[in-house]
């Protein structure tokens, strides 16, 4: 069954935004951002990962958003090598808390680069309760900023990844892991690529199992 998500343009730091906004009837419903791949590459918002991560968590309750970041779409602006996505990441969640501002979770999720801004987002905003970093591009971009990382989370990739190499996220898997106060989980994906083909539903149940457990747990 397809269901309804409204389009919505709300402010953003160089103009309008353009996303897809997926209430729930609850009013304090949990609160979930799902953020795209590089734009310069061809990433948007219905990138088929990041549209089933919005899915999964719309499907465990949550009150979605996902959103193109600036020059993708009718968003405005153009590319800004993650320095500019990192503002219209915040400015979308700030749109997503005005609608839902007694939400009683808050999670962020990324899809490879916007993987490492929805990492940058959590590091910003204390509100946040946990993430999903599918595929994060450990190999080409920079996470030493999560020291430490203030939010439990799920890192989660192929086996047969070719464009981030698997080593790389289990290193970085491996650095959050002995950081104190947080659980790391990583999740392998075996014979999935960058994109989870093939893989997808599983990653998709990987994700659904990790944040159900999460939620029971009420942890950080």
Not at 13 to 38: V, Y
Not at 40 to 66: D, E, I, P, Q
Not at 130 to 155: E, K, Q, R, T, V
Request: hydrophobic letters at 40%.
């Amino acid at each position: 069954m397809e269901i309804k998500m409204p389009e919505v343009i709300f402010p953003g730091p160089e103009g309008r935004l353009e996303g897809r906004f997926h209430p729930q009837k609850n009013k304090d419903a949990p609160i979930a951002i799902i953020l795209h791949p590089q734009s310069n590459l061809g990433g948007t918002m219905n990138n088929k990962v990041v549209y089933n991560l919005h899915y999964a968590f719309f499907n465990m309750g949550f009150s979605c958003l996902r959103f193109n970041f600036r020059g993708v779409g009718r968003s405005q602006g153009e590319y800004d090598h993650g320095v500019g996505e990192l503002s219209d990441a915040a400015s979308a969640l700030d749109y997503l808390q005005s609608q839902i501002p007694n939400a009683k979770a808050c999670w962020v999720a990324g899809f490879s680069f916007g993987a490492w801004i929805a990492m940058q987002l959590l590091m910003r905003r204390p509100e946040v309760t946990g993430f999903i970093a599918a595929a994060p591009p450990a190999n080409n971009h920079d996470f030493s900023f999560l020291a430490p990382c203030p939010s439990s989370g799920l890192l989660i990739n192929g086996s047969a990844d070719t464009i981030v190499p698997p080593l790389d996220v289990h290193n970085l898997s491996e650095k959050l892991k002995i950081q104190k106060g947080i659980t790391i989980t990583h999740k392998i994906i075996e014979g999935s690529n960058h994109f989870f083909e093939p893989g997808l539903h599983d990653m998709i149940s990987s994700v659904d199992s990790y944040v159900r457990q999460r939620m029971t747990e009420n942890t950080r």
